[in-house]
């Protein structure tokens, strides 16, 4: 952005009004320069991470900046460094629509899906061999920033992609984000342009030093810090956070001629892209390439991954690339959790367009899941709601992709066996698609002699009663329904959210009324003594009456909410559903055969035996009476009304997260319309409804071509339509 010569020339002035804070013999008409003096020693530090004046020293001018524009308020201007920082707390965050949706990434994880890519691409193209940019899959929060007249009007979250969050405040907090840059120089009037805010791994641990310095709890991972402190609503608390941005993608701009030049190939999550000479600063010459792009915008200071894009040619050298990436990623000031993979040139992108989901020029290669090794110390036992005894690894803590990992899940004593683990050993685990920790092995060959066997017991960790496995099953089971552990959960997820969403009333309370004895059952719920509890420290009259109100409200839960709140082994929200529609009145299920509860949409043999199971035991049936008199409905809503809608006939799932609906609004949505919800996926499912992260489901949807797969904004337009 700075030539040799400007930079010497900045340096000097810099030197020079160094001095002048010294004597406070600034003018009013030296703001000019201060200000280009401090914005060059941004850009130094934070684009190119290479400060040439020590933080003091940025201090002093900053302070005489400050003092200048407070002493003249009217010479205080928009783009000033100062003008970042704001000084009240943002309301709220409104939404907006973006000027071109923002997209997804189709995903790779080996070779053999690059190669694939890239056959499909040569033949749309017409072309053997393709030039192609490449650059890292930045692992932080996406954004979507506005230019116009050289000035950031606006920063929005991704959202649904085509409607995001307005988060411009924060925004400008962020360092590396330029609050103006001389797009008229490129002929440019407006501009839309995407990237990604991080927090670095060294901020990243600054920031949990200072919190542990304060008994605040830590921050879980980078990325997730990054995306919570763009909805923060204090401003100098997003400041203070110090997070960086990488723009990489331009999407839409409009030439000073006012004629529109819409990125007709979509833009996405994970965009970014070599260079190419751009003899003369013109948006003609800059956007032929998605490396002339990223120059553009380096060129005009923003952060964008310049030096970290390749341009090359055919697809092996791009594998070549992304492996060699791969082993370095560890060595990056940042996570990055994969690289992206573009067609260099734009004519070609736009040949080969897009589909509802991704753009067919680009794919992101995913690293594989990150590892370490370290020690298993000790195993504890615990009882789930179901009897379930399930293992979990207490682990010499060991970060592994910016999460500390302490405790791992090792499943049953088969998985345990399988494994060879025992305690003391020295084991190799992954955090797999970075985010669920497992252990991958045990690492025999470092042993000592002082490990000891796993001893699964033979009885309840927590009534002792003797636990029980099924022979078609891995897990052992207390059978024991009292087990406090048993009940306790139950009683949890009774009232978690997804059920009878019992708000104020979270697992800590739960606990807390169960020790107490204030709290034996489900029904027990509601009949707590809150005149005893009213005497507990932390529980004062607005607590109590948000606990009591959330209580009350939960009596009118539908039926299915309530089915499913129950536990019942194998019945999730979807089958709760099917079971509520099946019957008028629950307890009616005890007279319900194996065969007719298998002729039920989407229940067989396993499910159905546990629905007959759980309404054969007297004391299951007594307790949904107690249920009944205390106030809660057990009789189905069934509505005639819904059969013969738009959607009769047609059957739904959904998969990976919604970010514009509730999974729960969407499912109503189906349902209303007369459509029904199925579980998994099979020949008889209609529709998948993709949101973001979606997984298996998804790939084995699209082996079956009698599925529908739309995004969450075609299901939108479905249900509008």
Same mark, same amino acid.
């Given at each position: ?17 160094l ?27 934070y ?49 907006v ?64 992609? @085509? ?55 830590p ?22 956070r ?19 030049n ?26 032929l ?15 964008s ?37 573009? @067609? ?47 293992? @979990? ?20 004593e ?9 305690i ?9 698609g ?10 025999p ?13 033979k ?15 891995a ?21 978690s ?5 019992i ?31 009213g ?16 209580i ?7 039926l ?58 007297p ?35 959904f ?6 609906l ?53 299901f ?6």
């Amino acid at each position: 952005m700075y030539s040799q010569q400007e930079t010497v020339k900045l340096q000097k002035l810099t030197d020079t009004l160094l001095q002048q804070t010294k004597s406070s013999s600034f003018k009013t008409d030296e703001l000019n320069e201060l200000r280009d003096v401090l914005r060059f020693h941004e850009y130094r530090y934070y684009i190119l991470n290479d400060p040439l004046l020590s933080d003091f020293e940025y201090d002093s001018l900053y302070k005489q900046l400050e003092k200048i524009e407070t002493e003249n308020p009217d010479l205080i201007i928009s783009s000033s460094p100062t003008q970042r920082v704001a000084k009240g707390l943002t309301k709220d965050f409104p939404t907006v629509q973006h000027l071109v949706p923002m997209l997804s990434l189709e995903n790779s994880y080996d070779a053999e899906d690059l190669l694939d890519w890239d056959r499909k691409a040569r033949e749309l193209t017409d072309l053997e061999t393709i030039e192609y940019c490449v650059e890292p899959k930045f692992d932080g929060a996406s954004i979507s920033l506005i230019y116009e007249d050289d000035f950031l009007i606006r920063g929005a979250t991704r959202g649904d992609g @085509v409607e995001g969050d307005d988060i411009t405040t924060n925004i400008r907090q962020i360092r590396s984000v330029p609050l103006s840059a001389k797009f008229s120089s490129y002929g440019i009037q407006q501009i839309e342009i995407r990237g990604e805010v991080l927090m670095t791994k060294k901020n990243f641990k600054k920031y949990n030093d200072l919190l542990a310095e304060q008994n605040l709890p830590p921050l879980a991972n980078p990325r997730n810090s990054a995306a919570g402190s763009l909805r923060i609503k204090d401003p100098k608390e997003v400041s203070r956070r110090n997070l960086e941005a990488f723009l990489y993608h331009v999407s839409y701009y409009t030439n000073t001629d006012g004629q529109p030049n819409i990125d007709g190939r979509g833009s996405m999550t994970d965009d970014r892209h070599e260079t190419t000479n751009i003899d003369q600063p013109s948006s003609t010459n800059a956007l032929l390439t998605h490396s002339g792009s990223l120059e553009m915008l380096w060129n005009l200071g923003f952060r964008s991954p310049q030096k970290e894009k390749k341009v090359l040619k055919g697809i092996q050298s791009v594998i070549d690339y992304c492996h060699d990436f791969e082993n370095m990623r560890d060595d990056l000031p940042y996570e990055i959790d994969g690289m992206v993979i573009k @067609v260099n040139e734009i004519a070609l992108q736009e040949k080969m367009g897009m589909t509802t989901h991704h753009p067919r020029w680009a794919i992101a290669f995913k690293f594989k899941a990150r590892q370490a090794t370290t020690k298993l110390r000790g195993v504890e036992f615990q009882v789930g709601r179901t009897g379930a005894v399930t293992p @979990v690894a207490k682990l010499d803590p060991v970060a592994i992709g910016g999460v500390t990992v302490s405790s791992i899940s090792i499943h049953n004593e088969e998985y345990i066996k399988e494994k060879d683990l025992k305690i003391n050993d020295s084991v190799l685990i992954e955090r797999a698609g970075d985010v669920i920790p497992q252990i991958v092995k045990s690492l025999p060959e470092l042993r000592t002699g002082d490990e000891k066997e796993i001893t699964f017991p033979k009885h309840c960790p927590v009534c002792k009663s003797e636990l029980a496995k099924e022979e078609e099953e891995a897990v052992w089971r207390c059978i024991n329904i009292e087990c406090p552990a048993q009940v306790v959960e139950r009683i949890i997820h009774f009232a978690s959210k997804d059920a009878m969403d019992i708000r104020s009333f979270g697992d800590a309370n739960v606990r807390k009324f169960f020790e107490l004895g204030f709290l034996k059952d489900i029904p027990g719920i509601y009949e707590l003594p809150f005149d005893k509890i009213g005497t507990m420290e932390g529980f004062g009259e607005k607590s109590i009456s948000n606990l009591k109100s959330a209580i009350e409200a939960s009596k009118q839960q539908p039926l299915h909410r309530l089915i499913y709140a129950l536990g019942i082994r194998f019945v999730g929200e979807t089958t709760g559903k099917v079971l509520a529609n099946a019957i008028d009145y629950l307890p009616d299920f005890k007279n319900k055969s194996l065969e007719e509860l298998q002729n039920l949409e989407d229940i067989g043999p396993k499910v159905a035996g546990s629905i007959s199971k759980f309404f054969q035991v007297p004391d299951n049936i007594i307790m949904l009476q107690k249920l009944e008199e205390l106030g809660l409905n057990l009789r189905s809503s069934r509505n005639a009304a819904t059969q013969g809608g738009n959607l009769d006939g047609y059957t739904f799932l959904f998969t990976g997260t919604l970010t514009k609906l509730k999974r729960s609004e969407a499912e109503e949505m189906v349902e209303k319309n007369g459509g029904k919800l199925l579980s998994g996926v099979s020949s008889k499912l209609s529709y998948l409804i993709v949101g973001e992260d979606a997984g298996s489901k998804l790939e084995k949807a699209k082996k079956i071509t009698s599925i529908k797969i739309l995004s969450e904004q075609e299901f939108i337009q479905l249900m509008n339509g």
